[in-house]
Every structure is written in C-alpha cells, then in structure tokens.
C-alpha cells in the first residue's frame, strides 16, 4: 500500500506570491492533517479536515488555508507569502476521524523556501 | 492545555549504549502518548503510543518506552544504540480532535 505522498517536495517561493501545497493519503484514509516544521517554532498543528469539512484548526493567520476533495485528496493555500513561511510542511493521514488510537501517517513533507 | 516537553535537544550515545530521551506532559485528562522519529530530510515515522492498558510500549527497532503516571513521564529506551538509530525524535500528545502537540525534539547522535 502506498504511503502518504506529498507534491512538490521542493518549492521556491518570493514574498507576496502565494503556494499551493498537496497532500494524497494512504488510500482508505479519509482524516488529513497538516503541520509546519521550522527550526525556531518546532512542528506546529496547521489543520485537520475529515469528509471535505475542516475539524480542527491551530493557531495561524488566515493566510494559511486548505481544503479536501471527496477521494480525501487535500490542498493546503499559503497567500502573500513571507520569509517566515519557509518551512517544511507535512501531512498526515489516518484511516478514520482522528480517534486516539489511530496512527497518523505521515508524508516526506514539502520543503517551502521564501526568498 | 496538555504539553509535552522534552528534556535535552541533542543527546550523544556510544555505539551499544544505553539510549535514554525524556518526555514529561503536561495534562488534566489521561493522555495518549507518541514517539516519532524523524531522519534527515523524510517525514515523521511512528515508534510506539500508549493509549490504555499496559503501560510498557514496545515498538519499531527495539525502542520501547514507559508511561508513569506519577512522574508524568514517557521517557524512550533502546538498550543498544545503532548508528542507523542517529536521527531526531519527538515526543506528542494527542489532543481533542486529533491534534499532536509536539515536544521540541530530541537530536540523537550516535559515535562509532
């Protein structure tokens, strides 16, 4: 079974300009998370979406926003970007709504550098 | 709010040493659990998690780790380090609606 995949896995970006990032799960899964990593803010909860509708959301301006298609397929919008968005973004996927004992499987992650 | 906090942001072991990284949490409910870890340049892989039940967690590559509720602790062990086990760890916790809230990581180096 294929794993969670995440395209690009590399971007460049300027400031201003906008991203879009996306994230396929393991086929089956229907829960995607997203997370920022950057060295000085550690991973960061972005949010989670289940059946097309956003569950869960963290604590990051409205530039940040993100979507799922109905095969679970889920995009993730970054507007006006800033040197402070570069950072490595993963997805996660889980087989159902997010439950504690659900595994959350992640991507390689998109590696997204603002110049 | 539950937390997580890992003691240590890189911690140095021999080849065939103990390994040792704390966790401590912070939580008002009983807590669910996780290590992941992560290698240069690839996303986060499962170790182990504690959910309920025994609170010795054995998982992938000889890892396992100790839930103690009265030291809030979930500190990760392998008895033998490996080169191939240099790599960063982190310690979650899982919160309402299936967030991980995440430690700041743990760097494990491992000398030869």
């Known amino acids: 079974k294929a794993g969670v995949t995440q395209t690009p896995r590399y971007l460049i970006k300027t400031r201003g300009q906008q991203v879009t990032l996306s994230c396929s799960p393991i086929?089956?899964?229907?829960?995607v998370s997203w997370y920022q990593q950057t060295p000085g803010q550690g991973l960061q909860f972005l949010f989670e979406?289940?059946?097309?509708?956003?569950?869960n959301k963290g604590n990051f301006p409205g530039r940040f926003s993100g979507r799922q298609f109905s095969n679970s397929r889920s995009e993730m919008n970054v507007s006006t970007l800033e040197l402070g968005d570069s950072a490595l973004y993963l997805c996660?996927?889980?087989?159902?709504?997010?439950?504690?004992?659900?595994?959350?499987?992640f991507g390689p992650g998109t590696r997204l550098t603002v110049l | 709010a539950q937390s997580v906090t890992q003691l240590g942001s890189h911690v140095s072991v021999s080849e065939g040493a103990l390994v040792l990284l704390r966790c401590n949490y912070s939580?008002?409910?009983?807590?669910?659990l996780f290590w992941y870890v992560q290698y240069p340049n690839q996303g986060l892989q499962l170790l182990l998690k504690?959910?309920?039940?025994?609170?010795l967690v054995k998982g992938i590559n000889g890892f396992e780790a100790e839930f103690k509720k009265s030291e809030t602790s979930f500190h990760l062990t392998k008895p033998s380090a490996h080169m191939s086990d240099a790599a960063e760890y982190f310690c979650?916790?899982?919160?309402?609606?299936?967030?991980?809230?995440f430690g700041q990581g743990t760097e494990l180096s491992v000398k030869p």
């Open positions: 979406y289940f059946s097309e509708t956003q569950r």
């Open positions: 086929s089956g899964h229907r829960s």
């Open positions: 979650a916790v899982i919160v309402q609606g299936g967030k991980l809230i």
């Open positions: 996660a996927s889980t087989r159902s709504e997010t439950s504690p004992t659900d595994t959350q499987y």
């Open positions: 504690y959910t309920t039940g025994a609170t």
């Open positions: 939580s008002s409910v009983p807590p669910y």
